[in-house]
């Protein structure tokens, strides 16, 4: 089944540590989003690209990066991850499909919940 | 003010209730509408969408939309504890603005 994976589904780390979250997609979708989502929390879009294109959200710390070396491939980077960075990640794709009634519809992965010690 | 407003509750009800979620949004240029569904420690799923104004039925869940109050529903009807779960609504103006605006979730519980 076309999909979006994520991994790790519980990642670890310490505080300062960089830590590497990976999400992979199977429905050969153009756009990939990265959102932060706390508890009780809607989910906090950081930045996602379009193709080739990295769009940041002008509220996403720099201590966030990403990278996309494919078109099924994209990471989080979080440089040096503090206690407030503790949440779930949830990557997500779609493609959009313009003006005229079709929803561009997001599929989401599973989500990393990352634990900062 | 957020773009997207929603009662995160917590909601409970009995099974085979109906029930009624609800948010409101204040950018005049949303024309998508879109209700996800996220189960504890999962990534949200779509549920259902419409599009502008107007009412759309898929089983026991309608979706609601007034453009003209600004006021997006999703009616549950004969709730099911498997129906226990957040749900979150969404919208986008849709073209070249394809980027979703959510609203925080509503923690529903459904008691067999």
């Known amino acids: 089944d076309a999909m979006v994976i994520q991994n790790p589904r519980y990642q670890v780390t310490q505080f300062g540590k960089p830590v590497t979250l990976s999400c992979s997609q199977t429905?050969?979708?153009?756009?990939m989003y990265w959102y932060q989502q706390k508890s009780s929390q809607a989910p906090k879009l950081l930045f996602h690209?379009?193709?080739?294109?990295?769009?940041n959200e002008a509220d996403t710390p720099d201590n966030f990066q990403s990278r996309r070396p494919n078109t099924s491939f994209c990471f989080l980077d979080i440089r040096s991850p503090g206690l407030g960075d503790a949440a779930m990640y949830l990557c997500?794709?779609?493609?959009?499909?313009?003006?005229?009634?079709?929803?561009?519809?997001?599929?989401f992965g599973p989500g990393t919940r990352l634990t900062v010690l | 003010q957020k773009e997207v407003e929603q009662d995160p509750g917590p909601l409970s009800v009995p099974e085979g209730a109906i029930v009624s979620l609800n948010c409101t949004y204040s950018?005049?240029?949303?024309?998508?509408f879109m209700w996800y569904r996220q189960y504890s420690r999962k990534g949200p799923e779509l549920l259902m969408y419409?599009?502008?104004?107007g009412n759309k039925e898929d089983g026991r869940f309608t979706a609601q939309v007034d453009k003209s109050s600004k006021y997006i529903s999703l009616f549950i009807r004969d709730s099911q504890p498997s129906d226990s779960a957040t749900y979150l609504c969404?919208?986008?103006?849709?073209?070249?603005?394809?980027?979703?605006?959510f609203g925080k979730g509503t923690l529903l519980t459904v008691n067999p």
């Open positions: 969404a919208a986008n103006s849709g073209g070249s603005n394809y980027k979703l605006t």
């Open positions: 950018n005049s240029a949303f024309q998508y």
């Open positions: 997500a794709t779609s493609r959009p499909q313009g003006s005229g009634g079709s929803i561009d519809t997001q599929y």
């Open positions: 429905l050969n979708h153009n756009v």
């Open positions: 690209y379009y193709d080739k294109d990295f769009n």
């Open positions: 419409t599009y502008s104004s």
